[in-house]
């Protein structure tokens, strides 16, 4: 069966990253939402990280102007995006980054007081996670799950259980569960992200489904291709003719 316009355009969506396809999704609820009002189910786009817009600090301005430390271009390239106002997918996508790279920049200019860091715990721990500044149990931490104490000690148990278990060791995310700290879902959402986080999603910019009356004769345009082919190689040789004798003429 041949596949339609849409087939085309949906398989272009399930081929992205769940960072890009979350934000996709997002943005139809609220077109949705303000075609048809009630319709999109509720979300709250405050700990939605990808569709997350930072604020430049006065620091950040001024090293975007200046270029006083002589930073990583990436840097002054994702301040710009910042300073323009632009969400976190957007300025990914725009310099065909992939989320894990954004976020290793972001965390740099947070860090550097260039940026502010964001109010929202999920958004932010979201940053150094994907960013991998920090780890999933200092992730777990700073969204308010377990506090250091409790961090300590799972950390302590798994060391333990490791060195008695060599061949069976335990990674800190099944702890977190069987301890109660977190569901399942949750630590497998996060662990999901982190491994999509490392993709790129590129679109041309001239991307665009073609007209529903659009006929395109791909018998005449393949004729047309090998014309313009031969006409091509026969300028070649033409070329190779008068290189020829103008290198015979300078040899005498």
């Known amino acids: 069966m041949e596949k339609n316009y849409l087939s085309n355009l949906t398989d272009i969506v399930y081929a992205a990253p769940l960072w890009v396809q979350e934000v996709i999704c997002l943005d139809l609820k609220k077109h949705l939402e303000s075609k048809i009002p009630g319709l999109s189910s509720q979300y709250d786009p405050d700990d939605i990280y990808p569709i997350y817009i930072p604020e430049?600090?006065?620091?950040?301005?001024?090293?975007?102007e200046t270029h006083e430390h002589n930073l990583d271009f990436n840097i002054y390239k994702l301040l710009k995006g910042i300073d323009n106002g632009s969400r976190i997918i957007d300025i990914t996508l725009n310099n065909f980054w992939s989320l894990e790279q954004t976020?290793?920049?972001?965390?740099?200019?947070?860090?550097?007081e260039?940026?502010?860091?964001?109010?929202s715990l999920i958004i932010s721990a979201s940053i150094f996670y994907l960013g991998n500044e920090i780890r999933l149990g200092e992730y777990v931490k700073r969204?308010?799950?377990?506090?250091v104490e409790e961090l300590d000690d799972i950390l302590r148990k798994q060391k333990v259980y490791n060195e008695s278990n060599p061949e069976t060791k335990i990674k800190i995310g099944e702890l977190l569960i069987q301890m109660g700290y977190v569901a399942n879902k949750d630590i497998d959402k996060i662990i999901n992200l982190k491994e999509e986080a490392k993709k790129r999603f590129i679109i041309s910019n001239d991307f665009k489904l073609p007209a529903q009356n659009e006929n395109v004769d791909y018998t005449e345009l393949q004729q047309k291709i090998k014309k313009l082919t031969a006409e091509n190689?026969?300028?070649?040789d033409k070329l190779r003719t008068i290189f020829n004798i103008q290198a015979r003429k300078s040899q005498q």
């Open 143 to 147: 969204i308010d799950k377990i506090n």
């Open 114 to 119: 260039f940026v502010k860091n964001p109010q």
């Open 56 to 64: 430049i600090t006065f620091k950040g301005k001024k090293e975007l």
């Open 233 to 236: 190689n026969l300028l070649k």
């Open 103 to 112: 976020s290793t920049f972001l965390s740099q200019c947070i860090k550097s």
